[in-house]
């Protein structure tokens, strides 16, 4: 129990002087806590990473974090508040807004006549706090008290107002929440007059439905041959070697969202496979974010001791909105890295990932204020969709989403292994809270501001979704968010051509309207197998043969690139055996037809309904190096 004495308060100063204290190691020393080899350790390390000693004590393991809090306490003659024994008085929040207590990770704790007691982990910054108070008209004095308490009254406190603004960071003119039943009606009737028309003129509506199956096919296919010649241009040159500064430095704080949603299997998994991380401990601040109702996850959390360096955030419910954009928004206030990183659920990241990360963000020019990392799969022998998947995704992440980076057109962001530089991520708004494919709509954003993704050489390995129906659901809200973003940035197509130019703009229409159209358009090019098959078919009626024979050729064109493709993305010793199945990738697609058809029925009728992927359903198979 904290015991108060007001003459200690009085006798403590608010403005730390190190030339005239004991060292904090030195305090360590003297409580036997550490050793002297210990410390010689961590001063050395400290010359290399952006960090208090004490959190590099705490993340090697020599100490507790309750252990540095009384050696600070020792250290500045402060007495140390225990927030949860004690709350802190109500009203005093008030006194400044929100943001002010995230950034100073400090909290006004008690008030006793005119001295107000403020609580913060950090005295060497407190001299900054004390005078950006002085308009409270109390005399500021310090306590101490643990990072994570302090989070955890500033939620508290403040729950309703960082909650209602994760829904709405981004701006209105960019997001997806104003999307009403009304708005949607429209729409969907304009749709159904469509296909009203066609039933009426069957022959004009499936010469309609050809040119844009045909032309959405010929676009994706452009967009693929670009990105696969300019992935291979860039990979005939000679990789560069990180520089001197690059390597010196390469270690600040970086902050790692990994969002949790009634994951009863994965959480043991996903703690031992973090672990494996090689950067600084001191330096990472991992950040398992869940819903407030989510008792599934949280009851799984507590049998798992979590390191010094994760924490749990918990995001209250408003508005009945559980979606991963929301909660990342919430989450994002109370990360403390300058980078900003985020992983799933059955994430495996490569053990030196934040180092490539870091490394790649110091060369890299100011305007790349994101990176993607490669997404592949520890289970694709489980059975033969997912060795598709693996397939589909090493075509995408290996090939085609670097070639696309090196031409510097969008990126449609993977919903992990992406890294932001924090203040950009801020300026940007975060994510669209509504938008069930917030990653790929960020994309879209961050270029629309004239920011740039890059690629990163380093892998995430993820569990491939090897059930047909999850997989149904799965790929449904991928469609669904494409739908989504593409709607929302093309309301003003004219708007959308200026921020982008009109590489990128073209760019984005292939991206956009070629996924989608080749998965709600599939059923009219699968006519034409059937006249290759020698059965009747209602194309004979309305095109030329030699137009028929010609498009063919087409199919069989795109076909044999996307085997090409799928063939350069697995040639790699550890994938080389997915090769036989690059062929059967034209039977792994037919079912996104039933995904697109389900996506589009929820575009009008819940858009914003965040179709649940189940992980812990695989064990690995691969070895994650």
């Not at 694709?380 to 589909?392: A, D, K, L, V, Y």
């Not at 984005?508 to 090019?525: E, H």
């Amino acid at each position: 129990m904290v015991e108060l004495n007001l003459q200690d308060f009085t006798n403590a100063s608010p403005i730390p002087a190190p030339g005239f204290r004991k060292p904090l190691g030195t305090c360590l020393l003297e409580a036997n806590v550490i050793t002297c080899s210990q410390l010689d350790h961590a001063l050395s390390l400290q010359t290399r990473q952006k960090a208090p000693l004490g959190e590099i004590l705490v993340g090697e393991g020599y100490a507790t974090r309750q252990d540095v809090l009384k050696a600070l306490s020792t250290q500045f003659g402060w007495q140390i508040a225990d927030l949860e024994q004690i709350p802190t008085m109500p009203g005093l929040c008030n006194l400044k807004p929100v943001d002010f207590w995230l950034e100073h990770n400090v909290i006004p704790w008690m008030r006793i006549g005119p001295l107000l007691l403020v609580a913060t982990a950090r005295p060497d910054r407190f001299a900054t706090v004390a005078a950006e108070m002085q308009d409270c008209d109390y005399s500021i004095l310090p306590v101490l008290a643990d990072s994570h308490q302090i989070d955890q009254v500033i939620a508290q406190h403040f729950s309703r107002t960082l909650a209602k603004a994760a829904e709405t960071r981004v701006n209105a003119e960019q997001s997806c929440r104003n999307w009403t039943a009304g708005s949607r009606l429209v729409s969907s009737a304009a749709t159904l007059g469509v296909l009203c028309l066609s039933a009426l003129f069957p022959s004009i509506g499936l010469m309609v439905l050809l040119g844009a199956a045909v032309g959405s096919l010929v676009l994706f296919a452009a967009f693929r041959i670009m990105g696969a010649l300019a992935c291979l241009s860039d990979r005939m040159k000679k990789p560069t070697e990180p520089t001197e500064a690059a390597i010196a430095l390469r270690h600040p704080c970086v902050s790692i969202m990994v969002p949790l949603y009634k994951e009863r299997e994965i959480a043991s998994a996903l703690v031992q496979r973090l672990q494996r991380l090689t950067y600084p401990k001191a330096l990472l601040d991992v950040i398992l974010v869940l819903e407030a109702t989510d008792d599934v996850t949280r009851d799984a959390l507590a049998r798992v001791a979590l390191p010094s360096w994760m924490r749990v955030v918990e995001v209250p419910e408003l508005n009945g909105l559980t979606t991963k954009p929301r909660a990342m928004n919430y989450a994002l206030d109370f990360c403390r890295g300058d980078i900003v990183g985020v992983w799933d659920a059955e994430d495996a990241p490569q053990p030196d990932q934040i180092e490539r990360v870091v490394a790649h963000f110091t060369q890299a020019s100011p305007e790349v204020v994101c990176l993607q990392g490669v997404l592949d799969y520890y289970n694709p022998r489980t059975n033969w969709r997912s060795r598709c998947f693996t397939i589909e995704y090493n075509s995408w992440f290996r090939v085609i989403l670097p070639g696309i980076a090196r031409m510097g057109l969008v990126v449609p962001l993977g919903g992990t292994t992406f890294f932001f530089r924090r203040e950009k991520l801020l300026e940007l708004g975060g994510w669209d809270a509504h938008n069930v494919t917030e990653d790929a709509d960020l994309g879209v954003r961050l270029c629309r501001a004239g920011y740039r993704t890059e690629t990163v050489d380093t892998a995430t390995f993820e569990e491939a979704n090897f059930r047909a129906w999850p997989w149904v659901k799965q790929r449904s809200r991928w469609l669904k968010g494409f739908m989504v973003t593409y709607l929302v940035h093309m309301r003003d197509p004219r708007k959308l051509y200026a921020d982008l130019g009109a590489a990128k703009f073209i760019g984005l229409q292939a991206f956009f309207l070629g996924t989608l159209g080749q998965f709600l358009l599939a059923p009219v090019l699968w006519i034409f197998w059937l006249y290759a098959l020698g059965i009747p078919n209602p194309m004979e009626q309305i095109l030329p043969q030699q137009i028929t024979t010609a498009l063919i050729w087409l199919f069989l064109a795109t076909e044999a690139l996307n085997i090409c493709v799928g063939i350069i993305a697995v040639s790699a010793r550890e994938r080389r055996f997915l090769l036989p199945w690059v062929p059967t990738m034209c039977l792994y697609f037919p079912l996104g037809v039933v995904a697109g058809y389900k996506a589009l029925w929820e575009l009008a009728t819940n858009p914003f309904f965040w179709d649940k992927t189940q992980h812990g359903q695989a064990s690995e198979d691969v070895p994650l190096t």
